[in-house]
């Protein structure tokens, strides 16, 4: 049995990674660095994780590669499935040596600060051709507006925290000095009405498209604008090709997920992405095709290949999300996730692998 190396467990859609590729029939073995979390990650309890690994210290560290190296060299020629930012960039950086010992489908660092670089995404975008929102270099001409630093996380900004919306002059200046903070010459765009949505794409050594799922979003929470509590997948056969021709022209390998707003892209998330478990709740083989793909088979691609209408939640975010939306007058949405609590899939629940469920609420509680 072939095995794959899922790093990073303490990540919510390390759950859904885990139970794919154990169905798949691989062998899986989960890692997590001691000091990033204080209590076992959810994951860890899966039956599908058929081994775990403590790393000491933090994926952050200087020395991480080294002790999740050691890892690798103990498992033969494994799969290497990043599921950080963090650890997917720490390997990237040392792609020619990791190349070595394991298999895996990482682009290389340059292109990883590229496409997290939200104006070369928007440059880029427009020689292509591709719908972008209008940028200003100066103060803007029309409000709203949103305020952005070129790479959020490069800052250590939570995800609700990588942009601002400003109605007015006031407040574009007030929310540009706060953005300044971090970076001195923030990104400022129109603000797109319309459902945000996003393209996941995961390309082959060759760069190759071998697997797309699309996914709109329904609530967030802050609903002012933070990571989605409650989205559905669809299938957009545009957005899927304008997402590949972006990717494919910065040479990209690996997993990302293009993000929409309307009809235009916002910037990219090249790597594991918040919504992931929609993979596993809409019935897609990506992860498997990325552990095939990695250790050397050819995958063909299969448009439309998991279920489209499916309604997935994070049950403790969207119950914040929803509140929050009733709380503020928005009983549309607010009622509506009243309803989605009964129809539609928990992201983390599995029938036939309840453990992760239950330790991730014990441990979302216990940590409040």
Same mark, same amino acid.
């Given at each position: 049995?072939?095995?794959?190396?899922?790093?990073?467990?303490?990540?919510?859609?390390?759950?859904?990674?885990?139970r794919?590729?154990?169905?798949?029939?691989?062998?899986?073995?989960?890692?997590?660095?001691? $000091?990033d979390?204080? %209590?076992? &990650?959810? =994951?860890?309890?899966?039956?599908?994780?058929? !081994? #775990? /690994?403590?790393?000491?210290?933090?994926?952050?560290?200087?020395?991480?590669?080294?002790?999740?190296?050691?890892?690798?060299?103990?498992?033969?020629?494994?799969?290497?499935?990043?599921?950080?930012?963090v650890?997917?960039?720490?390997?990237?950086?040392?792609?020619?040596?990791?190349?070595?010992?394991? $298999?895996?489908?990482? %682009?290389? &660092?340059? =292109?990883?600060?590229?496409?997290?670089?939200? !104006? #070369? /995404?928007?440059?880029?975008?427009?020689?292509?051709?591709?719908?972008?929102?209008?940028?200003?270099?100066?103060?803007?001409?029309?409000?709203?507006?949103?305020?952005?630093?070129?790479?959020?996380?490069?800052?250590?900004?939570?995800?609700?925290?990588?942009?601002a919306?400003?109605?007015?002059?006031?407040?574009?200046?007030?929310?540009?000095?706060?953005?300044?903070?971090?970076?001195?010459?923030?990104?400022?765009?129109?603000?797109?009405?319309?459902?945000?949505?996003?393209?996941?794409?995961?390309?082959?050594?060759?760069?190759?498209?071998?697997?797309?799922?699309?996914?709109?979003?329904?609530?967030?929470?802050?609903?002012?604008?933070?990571?989605?509590?409650?989205?559905?997948?669809?299938?957009?056969?545009?957005?899927?090709?304008?997402?590949?021709?972006?990717?494919?022209?910065?040479?990209?390998?690996?997993?990302?997920?293009?993000?929409?707003?309307?009809?235009?892209?916002?910037?990219?998330?090249?790597?594991?992405?918040?919504?992931?478990?929609?993979?596993?709740?809409?019935?897609?083989?990506?992860?498997?095709?990325?552990?095939?793909?990695?250790s050397g088979?050819?995958?063909?691609?299969?448009?439309?290949?998991y279920?489209?209408?499916?309604?997935?939640?994070?049950?403790?975010?969207?119950?914040a999300?929803?509140?929050?939306?009733?709380g503020?007058?928005?009983?549309?949405?607010?009622?509506?996730?009243?309803?989605?609590?009964?129809?539609?899939?928990?992201?983390?629940?599995?029938?036939?692998?309840?453990?992760?469920?239950?330790?991730?609420?014990?441990?979302?509680?216990?940590?409040?």
């Amino acid at each position: 049995m072939k095995t794959v190396i899922v790093t990073d467990g303490k990540y919510r859609s390390s759950i859904a990674a885990v139970r794919a590729l154990g169905r798949a029939g691989w062998q899986v073995v989960v890692t997590q660095t001691r $000091d990033d979390v204080k %209590a076992a &990650p959810p =994951v860890f309890f899966s039956k599908y994780a058929a !081994e #775990t /690994v403590w790393i000491d210290g933090r994926a952050a560290d200087d020395g991480y590669t080294d002790r999740l190296a050691q890892v690798v060299r103990a498992h033969g020629r494994p799969v290497l499935f990043c599921v950080g930012a963090v650890s997917l960039n720490a390997v990237s950086r040392r792609r020619d040596e990791f190349s070595r010992i394991c $298999d895996f489908l990482i %682009a290389p &660092p340059e =292109v990883l600060d590229a496409l997290n670089d939200k !104006e #070369t /995404v928007h440059s880029r975008a427009l020689e292509l051709g591709i719908p972008v929102p209008k940028q200003f270099d100066g103060e803007p001409d029309a409000y709203p507006v949103v305020i952005k630093p070129h790479c959020g996380e490069k800052f250590g900004l939570k995800a609700r925290d990588r942009y601002a919306v400003a109605g007015d002059r006031a407040e574009y200046e007030a929310v540009l000095a706060a953005m300044r903070r971090y970076d001195p010459s923030p990104i400022v765009q129109q603000k797109i009405s319309g459902d945000g949505a996003g393209a996941s794409l995961l390309l082959d050594s060759n760069g190759r498209l071998i697997s797309a799922l699309c996914h709109r979003r329904i609530r967030e929470y802050p609903i002012t604008g933070g990571p989605s509590t409650c989205c559905v997948s669809f299938y957009d056969e545009t957005k899927i090709a304008q997402a590949y021709e972006l990717l494919r022209s910065f040479g990209f390998t690996g997993m990302a997920m293009v993000e929409f707003k309307g009809d235009s892209i916002l910037e990219v998330n090249p790597r594991v992405w918040g919504s992931f478990p929609m993979t596993e709740c809409a019935g897609s083989d990506f992860a498997a095709c990325y552990a095939a793909a990695a250790s050397g088979e050819t995958v063909e691609y299969r448009p439309g290949n998991y279920n489209t209408g499916v309604k997935m939640r994070f049950v403790l975010n969207d119950t914040a999300a929803v509140l929050s939306y009733l709380g503020h007058g928005k009983f549309g949405r607010g009622f509506g996730g009243i309803g989605d609590a009964f129809g539609a899939k928990e992201a983390l629940k599995s029938a036939d692998d309840p453990a992760p469920f239950r330790v991730y609420l014990k441990n979302t509680f216990q940590r409040k």
